[in-house]
C-alpha cells in the first residue's frame, strides 16, 4: 500500500510567518542568537585547549560580531562577554582589533 502525502501547505505553520520575513533586521538577530548559543553549547563541548575548541570559540566571536551589528550600541553593550579565547584562537592582528575596539563585540 502505498503511503500517502501530506500536501505541503497543510506542514506550513500560518502563525508562524517568521519564514517569511528572512530580510528583516529583527528575524536575523533571532536567528543569530540561536545560532551563537548552539555554538557557545559546541564550544564547552570541547576539549579545553584544543584546536577544536578554538576553531569553536572562532565561531561564537564571529557570529557575535555579525549578531551586534544588527543591534543598537545600547543592546549589544548588555550582551554577556564571550567566554575567554583559549590560546591560538586568534592572530596577533585579531588581539590588537579586539584590544583597540575596532569591531563592535
Known amino acids: 500500500m502505498a503511503e500517502a502525502r501530506l500536501p ?3 506542514l506550513r505553520r500560518p502563525w ?6 528572512v530580510e528583516d533586521p529583527a528575524i536575523v538577530a533571532i536567528r543569530l542568537h540561536r545560532a551563537e ?5 559546541i564550544y564547552r563541548r570541547m576539549p579545553p585547549g584544543s584546536p577544536e575548541q578554538a576553531r569553536a570559540w572562532r565561531r561564537v566571536a ?21 567566554p575567554t579565547a583559549p590560546a591560538g584562537a586568534m592572530s596577533a592582528w585579531q588581539k590588537l582589533r579586539r584590544r583597540l575596539g575596532l569591531g563592535r563585540n
Do not use: F, K, N, Y
Open 8 to 10: 505541503t501547505d497543510i
Open 16 to 21: 508562524h510567518g517568521a519564514s517569511d520575513r
Open 37 to 41: 548559543v548552539e555554538a557557545v553549547m
Open 62 to 82: 564571529s557570529l557575535r560580531e555579525r549578531r551586534c551589528a544588527l543591534m543598537p550600541e545600547t543592546s549589544a553593550a548588555r550582551l554577556p562577554p564571550l
